[in-house]
Each structure stands twice: as C-alpha cells, then as structure tokens.
C-alpha cells in the first residue's frame, strides 16, 4: 500500500533562517505531489504541486520555493524565513490528476 | 477561479443523531470532482467521501453521505448516527484538474 512520510512533525525557526521540509511517497510511481499551507482554523491553500522530476508549478508569490530531485521525494525551502510563514505545511500526493489526494501527517512551523 | 463556500463555521449534534453539513461551490466547468475531508485534533487530511460530478448517483460511504445538486452548486455532507469520533473539522473541496480549492471549514462536536 502507498503511505506519505513527512517531517519535521514540528519546527521552531528564527526569523531570516533557511528551511527544508521533506515529504516521500513510498509504494507508487511517478505520483503527484503537492504542498499546502493552513493558517491556524483555517482551509488549505495550495502552495505548489509537481506532476514529475523536477516540474514545479507555482500557485501563489512567496518566499518559499519547492523541489523535487527524486520521483517520491519533494521539498519545501526557503532561503530566509519570515514571520508570515508559520503555519502548517501539508504534503498530499495523487495517483493521477482527477484522483482524490492523500495527506502527511502535516509540520507545525512556528517563526520566532 | 474555483470558489467553494461553507457557511457554517460551528455546528454541533448530539451522539447518535443526524447532522448535515453544507457546501456551495462556483465554477463554469462541467467536469470536476468534489470531495468531503476531515481533520480531527490531530490535523491529519482524512478523505471522507468523494462525488464525480457526470454521475447523478449520490455519493455513499458508510454513514457519511452526500446531496449533489450539480444545477444549484451544492454538495453537502450527511452524517447519520454521529459517533464521538467524528468530531473534526470537515473541508468540502473542488477538483478540477490538478488544483484541489477548499472551503474554509466547519468545525463538527459531537456531544455524549
């Protein structure tokens, strides 16, 4: 069966640091993969999705960036963290487009 | 763009009994998906129930069901023989493509 890791579960950072949040999908090829953000009670909001190696589409200007290097692997960085990015990251991938997606277990960012 | 709204930012049922959560949606598109997420206090993603939108059928699963009105944009969420369990935050969501919008959420207590 396919299961979605992804860590840190929780990431204190000061302002101005740089960030990595790593995501890997284990038991499926060539998925779709995606990253979301959710401000605390809030919906999710769609911060990059990625539909092979290094294909990265870009929903909103940020000052996050994303990756892929590797058929199940993506990456959420950032060269210096703002305040405004503290939230909680979801990683969600899909078999195909059209397909429901299935979700990580999600990374709590707090900015200090 | 895709819109989708949930009016009821609250609600609450009484163990046992029957609740139902609503969703309006705005698009021009004819084929898309919807979907019904849940996020317990543990903010994991869990797929409840999803509806493609050429079929007239609704949707089923278990106690978790929906009304489709494809002319009025509505998809709303059913929910018989409330356990304690389904307390959660519960997300519609459209599909179309790649992208997945969500709603902003109605947060669900079920009380013994």
């Known amino acids: 069966s396919q299961t979605i890791h992804q860590w840190p579960a929780t990431l204190v950072q000061p302002v101005g640091s740089p960030l990595s949040l790593e995501c890997t999908v284990e038991g499926t090829s060539n998925p779709n993969l995606y990253w979301y953000r959710q401000a605390a009670g809030r919906g999710l909001q769609l911060l990059f999705y990625s539909v092979g190696i290094g294909q990265i589409s870009s929903e909103v200007p940020q000052n996050l960036s994303a990756s892929r290097p590797q058929d199940r692997q993506f990456i959420l960085s950032s060269k210096k963290l703002l305040l405004s990015d503290s939230g909680f990251y979801l990683c969600a991938w899909s078999p195909e487009i059209n397909q429901p997606q299935h979700f990580g277990d999600g990374t709590r960012l707090s900015i200090l | 763009a895709q819109t989708v709204t949930q009016s009821q930012p609250e609600m609450s049922v009484q163990e046992a009994e029957t609740v139902t959560l609503s969703c309006t949606y705005d698009?021009?598109?004819?084929?898309?998906?919807l979907f019904w997420y849940k996020q317990p206090p543990s903010r994991q993603m869990i797929l409840v129930i999803r509806?493609?939108?050429?079929?007239?059928q609704n949707a089923t699963e278990n106690r978790f069901s929906v009304n489709f009105q494809k002319a009025a944009k509505s998809f709303s969420l059913k929910i018989s023989d409330s356990q304690l369990g389904d307390t959660a935050m519960y997300f519609c969501?459209?599909?179309?493509?790649?992208?997945?919008?969500f709603g902003e959420g109605t947060q669900l207590t079920v009380n013994p």
């Open positions: 969501a459209f599909m179309r493509g790649s992208r997945l919008t």
């Open positions: 509806q493609e939108a050429y079929k007239q």
């Open positions: 698009t021009s598109e004819s084929n898309y998906y």
